[in-house]
């Protein structure tokens, strides 16, 4: 049988080395809620990919490549067999007939002069044999035939008829004692074997040879050598044809998988996407470095307008903020995040105010907003209010189309506060000149009644020494005129000392008991507090101090305060109480020490105002009120360096106290004005 030639089964496949592949790390990307960061090797990606699937690819074209050489090859191998199996059987058969010839010439039924035309030998050099020789032991021929050719030196090769080498079949003749062997050689055409036994198909699928041992072409269907790259297989003749290969090459040749088509295509791609890939890095530069200046740029927009003192503020047409400045927000003390998306009403619009800020927002985005800007009031998250003068303008994009409105926002609280306080001291002011005019009309009062309160005491104590000593006048005349000559005096010290305060001279100041002050001044009421059914009771301390202080004006401050207890509790149901306590208190060693008054009651309570508005000049709720008592009576305690303070009495109701200084801190003032006191009389 024949063997395949070591390694000459296939052109050597040289596969190139794969493509390192750096794979860039993983990024992290987010598809979903927040935005994907790109990372800055995307442009490689399509590289990349592009790699793996060529190799992919080429992977498979030389699997490919592989599987048909292998099906090649056992194509080819089945060829061959077959058409050595057809080859040496009819090699056999020539040899049978060789065979014939033989027993002939052994059996002695053929001599030398019969053998050229027995028809054995004419048959078979009609049919296959180029010719046949009968060789002596001795090698010397005893017949030959066809006689032309020549049998010198043709014992294994000579060209043949045909052109090609010729083969030789061989049958030995058995010697005998009477004559010797020799042997029968039948020399036949190889090309002749090849093209009777070659069937066309197989001769256009392969270049088909017979070689011998030293590779030496006997026969061949094709000219020249066989193709280095070409595919071939070889299979033995013998033991029919010894030392004779039969060989097939196959015309048919695979294309290593790095020629083909698919790979240059393929190479071409990659040349592109390596193309587009760079653009797409310079690109990706780019766009960073823009990124970067644009950053740069907002950061420092933002910087800026977070340093501006002015608020910046936009919305689109329907008035959602989309966009506010860290100034505006601080304003309403909120975040910027917080405000951003936000549609009206805003929630930083006055609750209160809430009709009339809808108004106005309306009216600013029908296009309406007074040019020189319009004052508005909002409410910082901790509830303060918060002025605001607001600047509309159009908002527009890089086409020249509005798509909104920007609003610059000043805070103008500080502004107005100032304004109030102007307005508030000019009221004041004006206040101040109408109490100086009241003042001047009230001494002037004071001056005008003095003359005639004296004459009423005048003339009542002269009626009293007149009538004292008559029996006829009754006891209750008397003593009304008594009465009536006490109040008169007692009015007349009261012009008299309101016309010096009014007239800013200083108190009359002397250590006073408090016990008899209070009690003088509970006195004045006693027909007020039986008429209003109220229960007067007193909490004065034993050891209360003496205070430097004018007994009259003090007297007044308790008249006013019991007489305010009064008319608050007038109208009720239920008791009617007033509570009148008195202790010294000494705070700290450094602080003079001071007696405090507090006068409380069982009415209806301040309802919440404080000490300053009651006190306010002309602050009354009575019909008939005029609102001064409070004011003076403040005054006429702080002219002698207390203080006076209202609250809720604990026990419900109101409370109103004052404190005194025990010791006289201005004395000498105090004597020096004892000279200036003016005479009412
Ligand atoms: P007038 O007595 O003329 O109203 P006042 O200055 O004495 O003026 O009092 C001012 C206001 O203070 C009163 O109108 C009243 O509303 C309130 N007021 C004063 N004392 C009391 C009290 N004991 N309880 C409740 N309200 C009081």
Not at 14 to 35: H, K, M
Not at 80 to 94: N, P, V
Not at 231 to 251: C, D, I, K, N
Request: aromatic fraction near 6%; glycine fraction near 8%.
């Amino acid at each position: 049988m024949g063997s395949l030639t070591p390694g000459a089964m296939a052109s050597p496949v040289s596969v190139p080395p794969r493509p390192t592949l750096s794979v860039p790390p993983q990024p992290r990307l987010r598809l979903f809620g927040s935005p994907v960061r790109v990372p800055a090797s995307l442009w490689a990606w399509p590289l990349i990919l592009s790699l793996l699937v060529v190799g992919g690819v080429m992977f498979w074209l030389r699997s490919q490549e592989q599987a048909s050489l292998t099906a090649q090859r056992e194509e080819m191998i089945s060829d061959a067999l077959s058409l050595e199996a057809q080859m040496t059987g009819r090699l056999d058969g020539e040899l049978a007939q060789l065979g014939i010839l033989a027993d002939l010439i052994d059996s002695r039924r053929l001599t030398p002069q019969a053998f050229d035309a027995h028809p054995v030998v004419l048959d078979g050099l009609r049919r296959f044999w180029v010719s046949v020789t009968w060789l002596s032991d001795a090698g010397r021929i005893q017949a030959h035939q066809p006689e032309e050719a020549d049998p010198v030196g043709a014992t294994r090769r000579q060209l043949s008829n045909d052109g090609g080498l010729t083969g030789h079949l061989s049958v030995s003749l058995a010697g005998r004692t009477d004559r010797p062997g020799g042997l029968l050689v039948a020399r036949f055409s190889a090309a002749a074997l090849l093209r009777e036994k070659v069937p066309w198909w197989l001769a256009s699928k392969y270049d088909i040879r017979m070689v011998d041992d030293g590779d030496d072409v006997i026969a061949a269907t094709v000219e020249g050598p066989r193709d280095e790259g070409q595919a071939w297989y070889r299979v033995s003749l013998g033991p029919s044809l010894p030392s004779a290969w039969l060989e097939l090459a196959s015309r048919e040749r695979i294309a290593p998988w790095w020629r083909t088509l698919p790979v240059a295509l393929m190479l071409g791609f990659l040349g592109l996407i390596a193309g587009a890939s760079v653009m797409l890095r310079k690109q990706m530069r780019s766009v960073s470095r823009a990124e970067e200046a644009w950053r740069t740029e907002a950061a420092w927009r933002t910087a800026m307008e977070d340093s501006l003192a002015v608020g910046i503020r936009a919305r689109d047409l329907d008035g959602r903020l989309i966009y506010v400045n860290k100034t505006m927000a601080d304003m309403v003390g909120r975040q910027p995040e917080e405000l951003v998306g936000l549609l009206p009403p805003m929630p930083y619009w006055v609750p209160d105010e809430l009709d009339q800020s809808m108004r106005r927002h309306l009216r600013n985005m029908a296009g309406q907003a007074p040019r020189g800007g319009y004052e508005s009031r909002w409410q910082h998250r901790d509830g303060h209010i918060v002025e605001v003068m607001v600047y509309e303008a159009p908002l527009v994009d890089a086409q020249g189309v509005q798509i909104g409105w920007m609003a610059s926002i000043v805070n103008i609280t500080e502004r107005k506060q100032l304004e109030e306080r102007e307005r508030r001291q000019m009221e004041a002011v004006a206040h101040q000149a109408r109490l100086t005019m009241l003042g001047e009309v009230a001494s002037t009062l004071a001056h005008e009644l003095n003359q005639p309160l004296s004459a009423i005491t005048s003339y009542n104590t002269g009626l009293l020494n007149a009538l004292s000593g008559r029996s006829d006048v009754p006891e209750p005349v008397l003593k009304a005129l008594q009465r009536q000559g006490e109040q008169a005096g007692q009015a007349a010290r009261i012009v008299k000392r309101i016309r010096e305060f009014l007239t800013r001279r200083e108190p009359q100041r002397e250590p006073c008991d408090l016990h008899e002050v209070i009690a003088s001044g509970v006195g004045l009421l006693k027909r007020d507090i039986a008429r209003h059914e109220v229960e007067v009771s007193l909490e004065l301390a034993d050891d209360l101090p003496r205070v430097i202080a004018d007994p009259v004006l003090i007297e007044q401050v308790v008249v006013n305060l019991v007489r305010n207890a009064c008319d608050a509790m007038a109208g009720q149901e239920g008791p009617r109480r007033i509570r009148i306590h008195a202790e010294a208190s000494c705070a700290a060693p450094s602080v003079t020490p001071f007696v405090r008054v507090s006068v409380s009651d069982s009415g209806p309570g301040l309802h919440g105002q404080t000490v300053a508005t009651l006190c306010a000049p002309f602050f009354t709720t009575k019909s008939d009120g005029m609102g001064m008592g409070l004011a003076i009576c403040r005054s006429i305690i702080e002219l002698h360096y207390g203080a006076l303070d209202a609250s809720e009495s604990p026990s419900g109701g109101a409370m109103f106290a004052f404190s005194l200084p025990t010791t006289d801190a201005d004395t000498d003032n105090d004597n020096d004005n004892d000279n200036d006191t003016e005479n009412p009389a």
